[in-house]
T-cell receptor
Framework: DAEITQSPRHKITETGRQVTLACHQT?????MFWYRQDLGHGLRLIHY???????NKGEVSDGYSVSRSNTEDLPLTLESAASSQTSVYFC?????????FGPGTRLTVT | EDQVTQSPEALRLQEGESSSLNCSYT??????LFWYRQDPGKGPEFLFT???AGEEKEKERLKATLTKKESFLHITAPKPEDSATYLC?????????????FGRGTSLIVHP
């Protein structure tokens, strides 16, 4: 069965370190998305991609970057982790309308 | 700017007590309205897509309906396993964008 996976599931890092969260999907979807979810804010879009070599900024993109070198993967990099980036991160993919989400990565920045 | 407001924020029901969750939206041309279920510690799980006013979709004890301004998720005779957060999202028709706007969700607890 097709799926979308994220790794690691939990991560603790220190302020200022670079962190990369992995997202891998086997749906063969062109569209992939990264969200963060925080209490009181719901899901907020960080970056998204409509295909290989395509990346776009979402509403909360500062301090984050993504790259898309193949259809299956969209890694999210925090260039210099800040305490404000402590959150739960979800990756999603879509072939058109509805999105399919990964299990999430809980990131704590100390 | 597209907006989605869900109410109530939290809802507690007794098993078997039917109720409805509301999703009010403003969007410049609706492409689709989506309902998702999210269990604690997990990612949202897709439930329904509604495309036009008057459309209805059903799945087990859940029925989603759509008007030009809002959507309802009706839960008939809920069971404790229906406890979850229910998210609503809208996608605008303009510009070929696949970016949905999410509401903050309704947290549903069903007591046995």
């Amino acid at each position: 069965d097709a799926e979308i996976t994220q790794s690691p599931r939990h991560k603790i890092t220190e302020t200022g370190r670079q962190v990369t969260l992995a997202c891998h999907q086997t749906w063969n979807h062109n569209n992939m998305f990264w969200y963060r979810q925080d209490l009181g804010h719901g899901l907020r879009l960080i970056h998204y991609s409509y295909g290989v070599q395509d990346t776009n900024k979402g509403e909360v993109s500062d301090g984050y970057s993504v790259s898309r070198s193949n259809t299956e993967d969209l890694p999210l990099t925090l260039e210099s982790a800040a305490s404000s980036q402590t959150s739960v991160y979800f990756c999603a993919s879509s072939g058109g309308d509805e999105q399919y989400f990964g299990p999430g990565t809980r990131l704590t920045v100390t | 700017e597209d907006q989605v407001t869900q109410s109530p924020e939290a809802l507690r029901l007794q098993e078997g007590e039917s109720s409805s969750l509301n999703c009010s939206y403003t969007v410049s041309g609706l492409r689709g309205l989506f309902w998702y279920r999210q269990d604690p510690g997990k990612g949202p799980e897709f439930l329904f897509t509604l495309y036009s006013a008057g459309e209805e979709k059903e799945k087990e004890r859940l029925k989603a309906t759509l008007t030009k301004k809002e959507s309802f998720l009706h839960i008939t005779a809920p069971k404790p396993e229906d406890s979850a957060t229910y998210l609503c999202a809208v996608q605008a028709a303009s510009g070929g964008s696949y970016i949905p706007t999410f509401g903050r969700g309704t947290s549903l607890i069903v007591h046995p």
